[in-house]
């Protein structure tokens, strides 16, 4: 940091963070440094609650220096006077008022500093001052003559300047210069020669004063306070209306946070903090000091903050009402730059707020460069700037925003600005270029059919362009209006009208464009929608105050004269238009025109009709002709919802309007149905390899094992009358008679389907029958149902809700049975009775480079996967490596370029692989090709690593009707994504109080999931209504290693912790720990963490009794027998082991009611015969499992991943070593 001729001054680095170091070397070891030790020493402890004040708190003496030390503080006083944002005069009294508090301070426990300047006083970002570098040491008097000893001692700048010395506590308040400095720029402090020319005898201090002379001077001090207070009111008033010049200290201390800040929610707080405090200060404090922040929270990660961002920016510079010189240029030069960006931000509601706000700042910015013009016409010194160059640099700015915004892909941002100030903005840019540039890009708008919400916005805002843009407008007008005439949606052809009627309210329209729109709009007077009509008399009146009279007389009131009940004079009031209109389409006849599919035909029916009508005398009924079967029916129909030979002719007027919605319709379903034959029609015969076959593996029926009656499942579109008959009891058969007299209604179409055999639908429909159903029976149904026959309403309800019934009960087996199938695949696979691991090495495989993290059996094969921190996911075949002695190799290797792989899981019955890196966050699908040797990525998601960190954790769930990979992220999100669509199925939230997720396990059944993490915490979540259920923390906050479900009880879990080997089961249930296994020669339960610990399990179950291989840092792999304890023992030990297997016994006690097996030396526990209400047992080499002799080889590092394949264990560690056993 620097360098004088009395210290070396440097800046390093310490476990709590940055500090200064200060260093003395000794050349004269005669020099008593150990008594300004003390000294400092002292200082230190007497300054220790002082909080301006930060004395050296480290001191370190050696024989060839004395090092002194402080925390860092990165700007001095010195440094910040002369930075900007310049300091306010309210800022400096409140750093002048911190100094003298820190002298008061130090004064209070008789410290002095003895160097006080503008260098050793420290100020943070939040404007607090902090006094540093305390020389008692330093000499208190200095020579006239000589000014050798001040220059070693304080001139360390060279600049020769002095701003105090320490004479004596009671003359600490001579000389403050560093305020005089602070309160005016322009002040010199003095320096050696001014104190040389000052004679000791006149710097003095009067302090005897006579009380006269205090009196007097304290009389105008005692007349100002009580005008003051009298004053009061009058004052609040004055404050209430200016800004408060104080808050520029709150917002240097809000401004001072926002960079550490990292939640969004804190962030979005912050904001309404700064409006707040810019609402009530000064326009260069919201310039200066509040706005690049807010800027800063522009580009935050998180879109919420970036809305809120913008929206705040624009309000806060719509406060500033006086702009200085210095930021005449803000906008073109700060602003307009830094918010270019958004126009291409990823997040629609960005941009959409930036659409939002972006008239107003146009506005705002036109604002700014008037006012500056302005105040510049009074300045008649300096160069004065060209308004209209930079009113144009402002144009073409904004100009680059505007269209981006207006051609976004997404009509929500372009719907948004055209809703939002778009007359602002053609204020803006002005007539010519508003023309050019909005009307041109809102024109378009129309042509998206999809969107009716942008087409109604665009109606609802064109008046305004159109009104500032002028007459001339009126050609480009007329096709649009017509257009949304012609809008299949009704709120859209209202929303037309209106703009009909404002645009001729305000003479926008030629006479010739309004006869042509009025002469389109007169048959919207007979729609069935309300508010067309109420739109159309609203226009039709507005026309007719607009018009001249004979205009009105003579085509206004003929164009209108049909649609009346009776003639009406005064059309341009509205209630009078309204009553005298005739009586609407009905509505069900409206829609069933617009939807008939030959509307073609149907109108040519409507107009010979019409015509013979006309042609047949009054009072003869006309003569029709002939109709087609299709017409018939309709006619039929419509006959009977109110269409009468008026409504036809109505029908007949707005037959153009008709012919035009029939054929948007027609479109439109047209669309859609291609779209769903795309969709919902796949071609296998074109799918070739991507095909993704679902495998169901077939068990024999154990519908006897589970104890479930045999039930019956029933279609829709099959009767059950007959069987809801056979299952009534007495009372039933009396309320509904008897079965030759059951009535049915179901036709013989309806039983056979569309062709086929009454024998071919009992097969092909899904039809069980109960044994006391013959098919004789069946036959009986068929003769019966040639016939419709009625039935009272109550038997029809009865018979549904019994259909509805079985379908439940049905469904509920169903789904029992599919859980069933999957917890028995979930589960450990069978093994042979009495299996227990002998320790027989089959093969060692080491392809893999780094860590072995995971290690996958695939279900019903004799494969199993393995992933690496290597980045490498391999498929190897255990039958292929039993009795022989030759080179195993792997099958299928697939290399990933995205860091250590953490996770493995099995999807799609062992079609597919998942994994996840660490490093570049992302979570990939494999696809195994049976025939090759390499594997390919059929599905990948990137997750946000600052957001979400990397998955820890991942497992598969196949419910049958999803197949969900659930993956753990590193901060608290558990996240379900359906491998068959695109986004997330759902998302859980783990508190991050609890600590970050190490681990997770899925229950057979797939109800409920169980996490663990680095505090200890197991947290359980419902996955049906995907709640939290219960969270057990373990007594000493060890770190979670592994988490997995227990073979036999179903609402347990396994979990390794940190330290002793230790394995505990938690009953999820009553949260209490049923079992701990010990495998530790520290106490059991104590709360030690050292030792080894657990990195890797398997669980199972050999004739219903319960296992568990775990392996960890020691090296060995155990076999716990969770129903038998004592017949524990280490199936597999470490390469190096120097413990004999033999020589370890399990012992059994119970300790606060948890069973606690513990591993010990069987020289060192009791014997059987002991009591004390434990047991022992010691393996010896004649048991099977354990062989007289070590195996010959074992892992030499840490075992990280145990699993099995059939009778085969795998286990991986650390080195990259895989070795298979048996």
């Not at 904001?271 to 807010?294: F, G, Q, V």
């Not at 510079?317 to 200085?324: A, D, E, G, M, T």
């Amino acid at each position: 940091l620097g360098s004088t001729r009395f210290f070396k001054v440097a800046r390093a680095r310490s476990q709590e963070g940055l500090i200064v170091v200060k260093v003395f070397a000794i050349h004269d070891p005669t020099l008593p440094l150990s008594t300004y030790k003390e000294k400092l020493e002292e200082i230190r402890s007497k300054l220790a609650s002082a909080v301006n004040c930060l004395p050296f708190q480290r001191m370190i003496l050696t024989e060839k220096s004395g090092s002194i030390m402080r925390e860092y503080v990165k700007y001095s006083l010195y440094d910040r006077i002369s930075t900007r944002p310049f300091l306010t005069t309210i800022e400096k009294k409140w750093i002048t008022f911190q100094v003298l508090y820190a002298l008061h301070q130090a004064h209070k426990f008789g410290v002095c500093h003895g160097d006080i300047k503008l260098e050793n006083i420290m100020i943070t970002s939040w404007n607090w001052i902090l006094l540093t570098d305390f020389a008692s040491f330093k000499p208190t008097y200095l020579p006239e003559d000589n000014p050798a000893d001040f220059s070693y001692f304080f001139d360390t700048s060279r600049r020769s300047n002095h701003f105090k010395n320490n004479v004596e506590s009671t003359k600490d308040d001579f000389g403050h210069n560093e305020d005089n400095t602070i309160e005016d720029d322009n002040n010199q402090s003095f320096n050696k020669s001014d104190l040389n020319g000052c004679d000791s005898k006149t710097v003095q201090i009067q302090d005897t004063k006579s009380d006269s002379q205090t009196d007097q001077q304290a009389e105008p001090i005692l007349v100002e306070s009580q005008r003051r207070k009298l004053d009061l009111k009058s004052e609040k008033k004055v404050l209430s209306s200016e800004p408060v010049e104080g808050l520029v200290i709150i917002t240097q201390l809000v401004t001072s946070c926002i960079r550490g800040l990292h939640h969004s929610q804190s962030k979005l707080q912050s904001l309404e903090i700064l409006l707040e405090l810019a609402e009530n200060t000064s326009d260069e404090t919201i310039l200066d000091r509040i706005l690049p922040y807010i800027f800063h929270l522009v580009h935050d990660p998180a879109s919420r903050v970036r809305v809120s961002a913008i929206h705040t920016l624009t309000k806060c510079l719509h406060l500033v009402k006086s702009i200085p010189p210095s930021d005449v240029n803000i906008f073109p030069e700060y602003i307009l730059p830094g918010l270019a960006h958004i126009t291409q931000d990823e997040a629609v509601i960005v941009r959409a707020a930036y659409a939002e706000n972006i008239a107003h700042l146009a506005h705002i910015a036109l604002r700014y460069l008037e006012n500056a013009h302005l105040s510049n016409l009074g300045n008649k010194e300096g160069p004065k700037p060209s308004y209209d160059s930079e009113l144009q640099t402002l144009h073409e700015m904004v100009q680059q925003s505007v269209s981006m915004l207006l051609t976004d892909p997404q009509n929500l941002v372009k719907q948004t600005l055209m809703e939002n100030g778009i007359n602002k903005l053609c204020i803006f840019f002005g007539k010519q270029k508003a023309n050019d540039i909005l009307l041109s890009h809102v024109i378009t708008f129309l042509n998206d059919k999809e969107d009716k919400e942008l087409r109604g916005s665009f109606f609802e805002c064109i008046v305004g362009v159109a009104a500032y843009v002028g007459w001339h407008s009126s050609p480009i007008l007329m096709p649009l209006l017509q257009q949304g005439l012609a809008d299949p949606e009704e709120f859209v052809t209202t929303k037309a009208i209106n703009a009909m009627a404002t645009l001729t309210e305000l003479g926008l329209l030629h006479k010739s464009a309004l006869y042509q729109l009025l002469h389109e709009t007169m048959v919207f007077l007979v729609h069935p929608n309300l508010w067309i009509r109420h739109a159309t008399v609203g226009f039709i009146s507005t026309a007719a105050r607009t018009l001249n009279l004979v205009d009105v007389q003579c085509k206004v009131q003929l164009m209108i004269q049909s649609y009346l009940k009776h003639p009406l004079i005064q059309i341009e009031k509205e209630i009078l238009l309204l009553e005298a209109l005739v009586s609407p389409i009905p509505r069900i006849v409206y829609d069933s025109v617009v939807k008939y599919n030959d509307v073609e035909e149907l109108f040519q029916v409507l107009e010979q009709r019409q015509a013979a009508r006309a042609k047949a005398i009054s009072g003869i009924v006309p003569q029709y002709s002939e109709m087609s079967t299709s017409i018939r029916n309709l006619f039929r129909r419509l006959s009977s919802e109110s269409m009468t030979e008026t409504v036809e002719d109505q029908l007949l007027i707005m037959k153009p309007h008709l012919m035009k919605i029939n054929k948007y319709r027609n479109s439109v379903d047209a669309k859609l149905s291609t779209a769903k034959s795309v969709d919902g029609k796949l071609e296998l015969n074109t799918m070739k390899d991507k095909i993704r076959h679902h495998i169901v593996i077939l068990y024999p029926d154990t519908k006897g094992d589970l104890g479930l009656p045999p039930f019956k499942r029933l279609d829709r579109r099959i009767s059950d009358s007959v069987g809801t008959y056979a299952t009534m009891n007495q009372e039933w058969r009396t309320m509904f008679a008897a079965q030759d007299n059951v009535q049915h209604t179901v036709k013989m179409s309806d039983m056979t389907g569309s062709s086929g055999s009454p024998s071919q639908s009992l097969h092909g429909g899904d039809i069980h029958l109960s044994p006391q159903h013959s098919l004789s029976d069946m036959n009986s149904i068929n003769d019966h149902s040639l016939h419709e026959h009625r039935c009272a309403p109550c038997r029809l309800e009865v018979r549904q809700l019994t259909y509805r019934k079985q379908e439940q009960h049905a469904a509920a087996l169903r789904a029992q049975h599919w859980a069933d199938n999957i917890a028995w695949q979930a589960g450990s696979r069978l093994l042979p009775s009495g299996w227990r691991p002998r320790g027989v090495p089959v093969a060692h495989l080491h392809e893999h480079r780094a860590a072995v993290n995971r290690l996958v059996s695939i279900p019903d094969t004799s494969l199993f996967a393995s992933s690496s921190a290597d980045g490498c996911i391999k498929i190897w075949d255990a039958s292929r490596m039993e009795g022989r002695n030759i080179a195993n190799r792997s099958r299928q290797t697939y290399i990933h370029r995205g860091g250590p792989l953490v996770g493995l899981a099995v999807c799609d019955q062992g079609q597919s692989l998942a994994s996840s890196a660490s490093q570049s966050g992302t979570v990939f699908v494999l696809r195994i090709e049976p025939n090759s040797s390499k594997m390919s990525v059929i599905a990948t998601r990137q997750l946000d690593l600052l957001e979400e960190g990397c998955a820890v954790d991942l497992q598969y769930l196949d419910s049958g009707s999803q197949s969900v990979l659930v993956y753990a992220s590193l901060y608290g999100s558990l996240v379900g994504w359906d491998l068959r669509c695109p986004g997330t199925t759902w998302r859980l939230e783990n508190d991050l109080k609890h600590g970050v997720i190490t681990s997770f396990c899925v229950n057979n059944y797939q109800q409920w999931l169980t996490l663990g993490t680095s505090s200890g915490v197991h947290t359980c979540w419902d996955l049906r209504f995907q709640l939290p259920i219960t969270s057990i923390k373990h007594p000493t906050n060890a770190r979670v290693r592994k988490v997995i479900t227990h073979p036999t009880e179903h609402s347990w879990i396994i979990s390794a912790v940190q330290g002793n080997n230790e394995i505990s089961m938690w009953n999820l249930e009553t949260d209490f720990r049923q079992m701990v296994l010990w495998a530790s020669s520290a106490p059991p339960l104590s709360h030690s963490q050292g030792g080894h610990s657990v990195c890797a399990m398997y669980s199972g179950s050999i004739d219903n009794a319960g296992f568990l291989l775990a392996g960890g840092t020691d090296m060995r792999l155990r076999f716990w027998d969770l129903c038998t304890p004592n017949e524990s023992h280490v199936a597999l030990p470490a390469a190096n082991d120097v413990t004999p297997p033999n020589s370890l016994a399990y012992e059994q006690r119970l300790i606060d009611g948890t069973n606690v097996v513990q591993e010990v030396l069987a020289g060192d526990s009791p014997t059987p015969s002991s009591g004390g209400g434990s047991s022992i047992r010691i393996r010896n080499s004649e048991e099977g499992g354990q062989g007289p002799e070590t195996p010959p080889f074992g892992h030499h590092d840490t075992i990280s991943a145990v699993a099995m394949s059939n009778t085969c264990i795998l286990t991986g560690s650390t080195d990259g070593l895989i070795q298979v056993w048996k």
